[in-house]
């Protein structure tokens, strides 16, 4: 009985897991969507429906293992029913759709009947099931079952009965990713795996579930082997065999041996292992969660994936442009430019696969993330492009002015060894052909700095800038500077005197830190600025065209028009004002009274007369 209870609690955790990874809030209503079986007897309406319905044989009373609802109407949107055993789904099956499924039909309510079988340290199986007024059918994916609950959205969906089963995997929430993220680092902390290695591990892991199909054998004495084989497999396969051992995990750590089961377990609910076509979520999945799992610890700050779109939208990347970066990192702006094509172009994924080895062009020469870029270009269903695993400035086969398009944030030198910010774009520009476009993310200071100048007066001498849009202070925070700036360049034209160009600055970019992590939000201006920029309009405060300045100077800030203040605005400025000037007083009240010349004790009121009748420099 004991080991019964353990099993049975097991699988609570799993369907707690499963629920929360597609957003679902498993607490009680009103507060959250999920009644477990002793919490019916609360809501007459749900144990009127269950009453005398027992499972298989229809006598005595039953219970479903849980029901999600609609918190507000209390409706049922999922009755689910769950098995500790793997090989009981069929079972559950059975029990969810003939007993506890077909008791909501008869009451007049249209869930879906989800039916679950496994623990939360096992194997797991899932199948939905939705009515269509004569019989239960599965929801799938690519014809085939899917493997996850869905979110609320497909929910709605796939209850209404004209609606095809067909679903698509949606990538989850930042928060839930984040979540995730910090119990694979917990892990790898306790597993004694060191901050520059971790990335490598969740890397590794993710691409072994996807080219075993979830065959890993999860005991110590195989697992890490078996990540091994698999990950090397997946190179090999893609024909980058000299990139198949870096990306890795330590075989005789122990400590990992026995912790990577979880692991596994974690990213299994995440559907890494289940899916076989859906590359692009693959892609998103992978670029979202090992941002969260590390990925700052080998000093790689990774462009967030809207802001690599933008880019590519900036330059209007198309099939038939060969773009470079050439400090790819793990492949964001590649992928950018990939997905653009097949956006703009309506290319199947087959037939941007083909384009992808001739016309993606990337270096990075850290072996651990040239590999996971090749990870991330083959979980997006092909590893065959040009990333190299190299120096873009010794690299033999650099492509010296044949580039139409680069995309790049370089990386930031943290010692006196790296090179500098500036010399990447100069590299880069070699890389582009005549009338090339270039955009790259650069640091504020490079821009706006007077003691560069003569930088830029030497870029502007044989290239063109086109349009300068800075990005919000929070965007790579807490990992690099915070002022950025994308720039855009085209080559080998010098910039025209009394050329008019576009400055924007973005405040909101669709995203918003809290808690240390960016969380979607309303409102993102990024798609503003792109209209800006290709109408040739412009808003004062947030947008505008302008000839440069004798310093050369590429900051936004310095041409937009300033927009005009509302009155609730300059209330709140001068109360500001007034803000700082009495806190001033109170802090220095010592110090204005002696450089007025008087003596004796100090009052406020002495104070406020000494500041307003004494010059001095605060």
């Given at each position: 009985?004991?080991?019964?209870?353990?099993?049975?609690?097991?699988?609570?955790?799993?369907?707690?897991?499963?629920?929360?990874?597609?957003?679902?809030?498993?607490?009680?209503?009103?507060?959250?969507?999920?009644?477990?079986?002793?919490?019916?007897?609360?809501?007459?309406?749900?144990?009127?429906?269950?009453?005398?319905?027992?499972?298989?044989?229809?006598?005595?009373?039953?219970?479903?293992?849980?029901?999600?609802?609609?918190?507000?109407?209390?409706?049922?949107?999922?009755?689910?029913?769950?098995?500790?055993?793997?090989?009981?789904?069929?079972?559950?099956?059975?029990?969810?759709?003939?007993?506890?499924?077909?008791?909501?039909?008869?009451?007049?309510?249209?869930?879906?009947?989800?039916?679950?079988?496994?623990?939360?340290?096992?194997?797991?199986?899932?199948?939905?099931?939705?009515?269509?007024?004569?019989?239960?059918?599965?929801?799938?994916?690519?014809?085939?079952?899917?493997?996850?609950?869905?979110?609320?959205?497909?929910?709605?969906?796939?209850?209404?009965?004209?609606?095809?089963?067909?679903?698509?995997?949606?990538?989850?929430?930042?928060?839930?990713?984040?979540?995730?993220?910090?119990?694979?680092?917990?892990?790898?902390?306790?597993?004694?795996?060191?901050?520059?290695?971790?990335?490598?591990?969740?890397?590794?892991?993710?691409?072994?579930?996807?080219?075993?199909?979830?065959?890993?054998?999860?005991?110590?004495?195989?697992?890490?082997?078996?990540?091994?084989?698999?990950?090397?497999?997946?190179?090999?396969?893609?024909?980058?065999?000299?990139?198949?051992?870096?990306?890795?995990?330590?075989?005789?750590?122990?400590?990992?041996?026995?912790?990577?089961?979880?692991?596994i377990s974690i990213l299994e609910r995440?559907?890494?292992?289940?899916?076989?076509?859906?590359?692009?979520?693959?892609?998103?999945?992978?670029?979202?969660?090992?941002?969260?799992?590390?990925?700052?610890?080998?000093?790689?700050?990774?462009?967030?994936?809207?802001?690599?779109?933008?880019?590519?939208?900036?330059?209007?990347?198309?099939?038939?442009?060969?773009?470079?970066?050439?400090?790819c990192g793990t492949g964001g702006f590649?992928?950018?430019?990939?997905?653009?094509?097949?956006?703009?172009?309506?290319?199947?994924?087959?037939?941007?696969?083909?384009?992808?080895?001739?016309?993606?062009?990337?270096?990075?020469?850290?072996?651990?993330?040239?590999?996971?870029?090749?990870?991330?270009?083959?979980?997006?269903?092909?590893?065959?492009?040009?990333?190299?695993?190299?120096?873009?400035?010794?690299?033999?086969?650099?492509?010296?002015?044949?580039?139409?398009?680069?995309?790049?944030?370089?990386?930031?030198?943290?010692?006196?060894?790296?090179?500098?910010?500036?010399?990447?774009?100069?590299?880069?520009?070699?890389?582009?052909?005549?009338?090339?476009?270039?955009?790259?993310?650069?640091?504020?200071?490079?821009?706006?700095?007077?003691?560069?100048?003569?930088?830029?007066?030497?870029?502007?001498?044989?290239?063109?800038?086109?349009?300068?849009?800075?990005?919000?202070?929070?965007?790579?925070?807490?990992?690099?500077?915070?002022?950025?700036?994308?720039?855009?360049?085209?080559?080998?034209?010098?910039?025209?005197?009394?050329?008019?160009?576009?400055?924007?600055?973005?405040?909101?970019?669709?995203?918003?830190?809290?808690?240390?992590?960016?969380?979607?939000?309303?409102?993102?201006?990024?798609?503003?600025?792109?209209?800006?920029?290709?109408?040739?309009?412009?808003?004062?405060?947030?947008?505008?065209?302008?000839?440069?300045?004798?310093?050369?100077?590429?900051?936004?800030?310095?041409?937009?028009?300033?927009?005009?203040?509302?009155?609730?605005?300059?209330?709140?400025?001068?109360?500001?004002?007034?803000?700082?000037?009495?806190?001033?007083?109170?802090?220095?009240?010592?110090?204005?009274?002696?450089?007025?010349?008087?003596?004796?004790?100090?009052?406020?009121?002495a104070a406020a007369s000494a500041l307003?009748?004494?010059?001095?420099?605060?």
């Amino acid at each position: 009985m004991a080991r019964a209870r353990v099993s049975e609690v097991r699988a609570e955790h799993l369907l707690t897991e499963l629920l929360t990874t597609q957003g679902w809030d498993t607490r009680r209503p009103p507060n959250g969507d999920l009644l477990r079986q002793h919490e019916y007897k609360d809501h007459a309406h749900l144990r009127d429906i269950f009453l005398h319905r027992s499972k298989v044989r229809m006598i005595g009373h039953g219970l479903p293992e849980a029901v999600v609802v609609d918190r507000q109407s209390m409706q049922p949107l999922l009755v689910i029913e769950a098995k500790a055993a793997v090989g009981d789904l069929d079972v559950a099956v059975r029990e969810v759709t003939e007993v506890y499924g077909r008791a909501c039909i008869d009451a007049g309510y249209n869930p879906l009947a989800v039916a679950i079988a496994g623990t939360s340290e096992d194997d797991f199986a899932v199948r939905v099931l939705k009515w269509t007024g004569s019989k239960w059918i599965a929801a799938t994916y690519e014809g085939h079952p899917i493997g996850w609950i869905p979110n609320r959205a497909d929910v709605d969906r796939l209850r209404v009965s004209s609606s095809a089963p067909e679903l698509r995997p949606t990538v989850p929430g930042p928060d839930v990713l984040a979540s995730r993220a910090d119990e694979i680092n917990r892990l790898l902390r306790e597993s004694s795996v060191n901050d520059r290695l971790r990335p490598s591990v969740v890397g590794a892991c993710m691409l072994a579930l996807w080219q075993s199909k979830g065959k890993l054998r999860k005991d110590p004495e195989y697992i890490l082997r078996d990540i091994n084989q698999s990950c090397e497999q997946a190179f090999w396969n893609a024909g980058k065999p000299v990139l198949a051992k870096s990306l890795h995990v330590d075989e005789a750590n122990e400590k990992l041996a026995v912790k990577a089961r979880r692991i596994i377990s974690i990213l299994e609910r995440l559907n890494v292992s289940v899916l076989t076509a859906e590359h692009d979520y693959l892609g998103q999945l992978y670029e979202t969660f090992f941002r969260y799992a590390g990925g700052n610890t080998i000093g790689q700050y990774f462009t967030p994936r809207h802001v690599a779109s933008f880019c590519a939208d900036l330059v209007d990347v198309t099939k038939d442009d060969v773009v470079l970066d050439p400090a790819c990192g793990t492949g964001g702006f590649l992928i950018a430019a990939m997905d653009r094509m097949a956006r703009e172009h309506r290319l199947s994924r087959s037939e941007v696969v083909k384009l992808v080895p001739s016309k993606l062009i990337g270096y990075d020469d850290e072996p651990i993330t040239a590999a996971l870029c090749v990870a991330n270009m083959i979980l997006r269903g092909d590893g065959s492009s040009g990333v190299q695993r190299g120096d873009a400035f010794t690299a033999t086969d650099f492509p010296q002015g044949t580039a139409n398009v680069v995309l790049m944030n370089p990386p930031y030198p943290h010692k006196s060894t790296d090179a500098p910010t500036e010399r990447f774009l100069e590299r880069a520009l070699e890389g582009l052909g005549q009338n090339g476009r270039l955009a790259a993310i650069m640091p504020l200071s490079l821009l706006v700095k007077s003691n560069r100048a003569s930088w830029r007066r030497s870029v502007l001498a044989k290239n063109t800038l086109e349009a300068a849009v800075k990005l919000p202070d929070e965007l790579f925070q807490p990992y690099a500077q915070p002022y950025t700036v994308i720039v855009y360049l085209r080559k080998g034209v010098p910039h025209p005197k009394g050329k008019k160009v576009f400055f924007a600055r973005v405040e909101n970019d669709g995203f918003r830190l809290k808690k240390g992590v960016r969380i979607a939000q309303d409102g993102t201006e990024l798609p503003k600025a792109l209209e800006h920029f290709r109408e040739h309009t412009s808003e004062a405060g947030f947008s505008g065209w302008a000839e440069l300045d004798d310093d050369a100077s590429f900051a936004p800030g310095a041409y937009i028009p300033a927009r005009e203040l509302a009155d609730d605005e300059i209330d709140g400025a001068v109360r500001e004002v007034l803000r700082a000037r009495t806190a001033f007083v109170a802090l220095h009240a010592s110090e204005l009274v002696s450089r007025s010349g008087r003596s004796g004790p100090c009052s406020p009121r002495a104070a406020a007369s000494a500041l307003t009748s004494t010059s001095f420099t605060a």
